[in-house]
């Protein structure tokens, strides 16, 4: 597989777009060819495949005073594109049209797909582009349209099918699991299903329980698919073009807060690879695993962790199905204590998972029970600060964090 | 071949909503309306009958009766409905359809198949009178009574009935079983256990096919047909297909092979409308009821739908009356039915109807029929043998085909991906 570059996701945001706790304060991030220091700021740094050490970097003192730079700074990579800057909706736009212009066979089926351009607008102006056929506008029949993407799959077809909320696609669980999920097996290997199934979920701001669900944890179980979770704009669209490539059926999970992410991604092409693990932030204290939203609340805690002398190492997992067990492990090899940030429910949840699997294969390497953080075992309130209660927010983090680290 | 109507009639005269002016166009004569269709159910008295059938012959589609219409033309031209050839290999595949699911029955009463298997007895006419009419490259799509849609569709006996035995070289590879018949080569679609799940499948061949002529400009003529029972009619996928398929002008056709039961469950006592040829006009397409113990009747409608689905003009629904003699599966007791029903329609046999017409209209010699029995019990225990001899699968094949790309199964701690670990492939792999 070419040009596999991954990490690096750096993202910019205001806080209206997330339900923390404190500050004003706004992450800025500068571009990868312009790497300043400066104070109150700090650089999501990413990594190349688990080969690269982190040895470059700050080392963290328990000292009183303030550490300018929350995480470690890379080399200036002098040799990359200038990039060009987009909200993460427009990031997986993007890669949807690259893949389209790239393969005819690549197609979108989904509710107001079409001449809406997409609830989230992540498929406007494709039907002009490329016709109604092509991007179809579906009647509400989830079930039969994901059947149907599933059929066209067999027959020869690349088709994206959008649940308009992850939530909706409960009522294509009975095409998901057995047929998705299952016909490559059954037929001994002779249809390939290469659909991608995608559309955001998670905790929004009041959308009420059903509008606010999170299906990694009900889809995990099904044999043969494969589950990613995208959280920048960078790894947005390089899993939508990965997960377009495969052969396997792959559902892209993204989160309805976190569309408008705004990042500066490069000019070329690129893919992230879809069993691959991100390392956001390296350290050497705690590993700090999460995915998707809860990535951000994750970093707004690693700021408070920092000046309080921490050195939290933070890996985005991006890969709910299958785990990148290789740098997860690393991270627990190096650290020995690892908390788990999720925003799925926490019975039987992709960290109850990985809980699970890192208890199995690393438990040599842990010198303090794994803790997961999810959300309460509750339908999502509408109310505000109920909601507010419902996921994990940073100051928990914090928390966590102290109690692991004693 | 002259048929009976011309193959535009039939879209013509199957109005949106039935309408009697129209009906009096059709040169068919209507089946009275205390049509055997119904099926004996012991509580339904002469009095619901009627209200059911509303006595209002307006209102319904055309019961093709070609039978009837043929033996008027018969003497007006002496034109037959088939050639010698298609007399021979619609009886063959008949032949083959019921002896292989005897022999299967045969075969799961001496232990050599396990689970769940359902056999088509009696209801050979349907399969053999829409997929005969069929190219390689159409598509069927079944559900878990599939043994004779793949065997009609071109799959060899001996590739079902090594799946049967759940043999390497069943044609999947053991993976499937009865209830799960694929076949890239044949364009068979599967197999699916759970009834309705197959025909969102069908539906979406369907769009690839007009997908291909469309977007991708190919020559692309490539129908589905998509088999299912009246129990399925229940369900939302078959009316959320229903609409997609009429929306989009897919070309499909859907068939129903109405045998009054769904395992233990009486159709009337499941359906509030039973007949279900009237849910097509529901939707934008032609919904047509046919005696699905003819095999000649069944092929005059497949051809118009297929023809129809051909030309770009959508979906058909055709609803074929039709019967299983056997139980829903090996395992059901079948003691529900009625003897006197099972009597009535044992004897309407498909095969035996569609002998009597052909030697009656001269077309072939017993002798000829005799020898084609023969060939096929001799290729259906050939299926058994090779069956038997063919190994099981090993271990190694346990984590095989789960993904298409087994990259899907990840990294491993060592950082290489999983499937590259040698106990994977030998399948002893923890995953």
Same mark, same amino acid.
């Given at each position: 597989?070419?040009?596999?570059i991954?990490?690096?996701g ?6 209206? $777009?997330?339900?923390?706790?404190d ?10 060819t ?5 104070s ?11 080969k ?14 303030l550490?300018?730079? %929350? ?22 736009q993007?890669?949807?049209?690259? #893949? ?10 989904? @509710?107001?797909?079409?001449?809406y ?27 039969a ?5 599933i ?20 009522l294509?669980?009975?095409q ?24 955001p ?10 509008h606010?669900q ?28 990965? &997960?377009i490539?495969? @052969? ?21 092409? /690129? ?6 693990? +991100? ?6 204290h ?16 690693a ?5 309080k002398g /921490?050195d939290?190492?933070?890996i985005?997992?991006?890969?709910l199905?299958?785990? =990148?067990?290789h $740098?997860?492990?690393?991270s ?10 999720? @925003? ?19 438990h ?5 029970p794994?803790?997961c ?12 600060t ?21 | ?7 535009t009639k ?10 009697? +002016? ?11 309306p ?12 002469v ?11 307006t ?5 093709? &009766?070609?039978q ?11 034109s037959?409905?088939?050639?010698? #050839?298609?007399g021979?290999?619609?009886? +063959?595949d008949?032949?083959?359809g019921?002896s292989?699911? =005897? ?16 056999? /088509? ?10 997929? !005969?009419l ?16 793949a ?18 070289t ?13 076949s890239?080569e ?6 699916f ?5 197959g025909i969102?499948?069908a539906?979406?061949?369907a ?5 291909r002529? *469309? ?5 692309? *003529? ?16 078959f009316?959320e ?7 989009? !002008? ?10 009054l ?9 499941? $359906?509030?409308?039973?007949?279900i ?17 003819d095999?000649l ?15 770009? @003009? ?6 074929c009356e039709t ?14 039915r009625? &003897?006197?029903? !099972? ?8 095969? %035996? ?12 010699k017993?002798a #000829?029929?005799k ?9 259906? +225990? ?6 038997d ?14 993904f ?7 990294i ?11 106990k994977?492939t030998?399948?002893?792999a923890q995953?």
């Amino acid at each position: 597989m070419s040009s596999i570059i991954h990490g690096a996701g750096a993202a910019t945001t205001t806080l209206s $777009t997330f339900n923390s706790v404190d500050s004003k304060k706004l992450f800025v991030v500068p571009s990868r060819t312009n790497l300043s220091v400066r104070s109150q700021r700090y650089i999501v740094a990413g990594s190349d495949a688990s080969k690269k050490n982190f040895g470059s970097g700050l080392r963290v003192r328990h000292s009183q005073k303030l550490i300018p730079n %929350a995480v470690a700074t890379k080399e200036a990579d002098t040799s990359a594109s200038t990039g060009h800057e987009l909200l993460l909706f427009e990031a997986l736009q993007e890669g949807l049209e690259e #893949e389209m212009d790239r393969d005819p066979h690549v197609c979108v089926m989904g @509710e107001d797909v079409g001449h809406y351009g997409g609830s989230y607008k992540v498929t406007k102006g494709l039907a002009d582009k490329f016709g109604d056929l092509r991007v179809l506008d579906t009647p509400i029949c989830e079930n039969a349209f994901t059947g149907m993407g599933i059929g066209a799959a067999m027959t020869g077809l690349r088709p994206v099918i959008e649940g308009m909320n992850m939530g909706f696609l409960l009522l294509a669980f009975n095409q998901i699991s057995n047929n998705c999920g299952m016909l490559h097996y059954t037929s001994g290997g002779q249809f390939t299903i290469p659909v991608v199934i995608r559309g955001p979920g998670g905790v929004g701001r009041q959308l009420g329980a059903e509008h606010s669900q999170r299906l990694e944890s009900y889809f995990q179980s099904i044999p043969g698919i494969q589950m990613v979770a995208c959280s920048t704009p960078y790894n947005a669209k390089g899993l939508m073009k990965a &997960a377009i490539r495969s @052969e396997n059926p792959v559902i892209l999970f993204e989160h309805v807060l976190l569309y408008n992410l705004k990042e500066k991604i490069p000019d070329e092409d /690129y893919i992230c690879n879809l069993e691959e693990a +991100e390392m956001v932030r390296p350290g050497e204290h705690i590993t700090i695993l999460t995915y998707s939203r809860m990535r951000y609340h994750v970093m707004q805690a690693a700021k408070t962790l920092v000046n309080k002398g /921490y050195d939290p190492e933070v890996i985005d997992i991006r890969s709910l199905k299958p785990f =990148d067990l290789h $740098t997860i492990g690393n991270s627990v090899k190096k650290t020995h204590r690892v908390l788990i940030v999720e @925003e799925c429910m926490r019975t039987g949840g992709i960290g109850a998972s990985l809980t699970a699997a890192i208890n199995e294969n690393f438990h040599d390497y842990l010198d303090a029970p794994v803790m997961c953080l999810s959300s309460q075992d509750v339908p999502t309130p509408y109310a505000g600060t109920l909601e507010e209660w419902t996921v994990v927010q940073p100051a928990q983090i914090v928390t966590a964090v102290e109690q692991l680290c004693q | 071949m002259a048929t009976a109507f011309a193959p535009t009639k039939l879209t013509a005269t199957v109005p949106l909503h039935g309408s009697q +002016e129209n009906r009096l166009l059709l040169p068919i004569r209507l089946a009275p309306p205390s049509s055997s269709f119904l099926g004996s159910t012991r509580s339904l008295t002469v009095n619901s009958l009627r209200r059911l059938n509303h006595s209002n012959a307006t209102r319904r589609s055309p019961v093709v &009766a070609v039978q009837e219409v043929v033996k008027e033309k018969q003497s007006a031209n002496n034109s037959l409905l088939i050639t010698k #050839e298609e007399g021979l290999e619609l009886y +063959e595949d008949m032949i083959l359809g019921r002896s292989f699911e =005897d022999m299967c029955a045969q075969m799961y009463y001496r232990g050599k198949m396990f689970g769940f298997v359902h056999l /088509y007895n009696g209801q050979e006419a349907v399969s053999t009178g829409f997929i !005969k009419l069929l190219t390689k490259s159409d598509s069927v799509v079944s559900t878990y009574r599939d043994h004779v849609h793949a065997l009609s569709k071109g799959v060899s006996a001996r590739a079902v009935m090594s799946e049967l035995f759940g043999k390497v070289t069943g044609c999947c590879r053991g993976q499937g079983g009865s209830m799960h018949m694929f076949s890239k080569e044949h364009n068979m679609l599967g197999g699916f256990a759970f009834i309705g799940e197959g025909i969102p499948v069908a539906t979406g061949a369907a769009f690839s096919s007009k997908y291909r002529r *469309e977007v991708l400009k190919q020559d692309c *003529e490539d129908v589905t047909v998509a088999f299912f029972g009246d129990g399925t009619c229940n369900n939302g996928q078959f009316y959320e297909c229903l609409n997609m398929a009429a929306l989009y !002008k897919l070309p499909i056709i859907f068939v129903v092979e109405n045998n009054l039961w769904a395992i233990g469950m009486s159709h009337l006592r499941a $359906t509030s409308d039973p007949e279900i040829w009237k849910k097509g006009p529901a939707f934008g397409m032609p919904g047509v009821h046919v005696d699905g113990m003819d095999v000649l009747k069944v092929r005059e409608v497949a051809k118009e739908a297929v023809t129809r689905a051909r030309r770009g @003009e959508g979906p058909t629904l055709v609803e074929c009356e039709t019967y299983r003699f056997r139980g829903h599966s090996l395992a059901d007791p079948d003691e529900l039915r009625d &003897a006197a029903e !099972k009597a009535k329609y044992a004897a309407r046999d498909p095969i %035996a109807a569609l002998k009597k017409y052909l030697i009656e209209n001269k077309l072939v010699k017993e002798a #000829e029929l005799k020898s084609i029995e023969k060939k096929i019990d001799e290729l259906v +225990e050939e299926a058994v043998e090779f069956a038997d001899a063919s190994p099981q699968p090993g271990r190694s094949q346990l984590l095989e085909n789960v993904f298409a790309d087994p990259k899907g199964f990840g990294i491993g701690p060592d950082g290489r991906y999983r499937c590259e670990d040698p106990k994977f492939t030998e399948g002893t792999a923890q995953v």
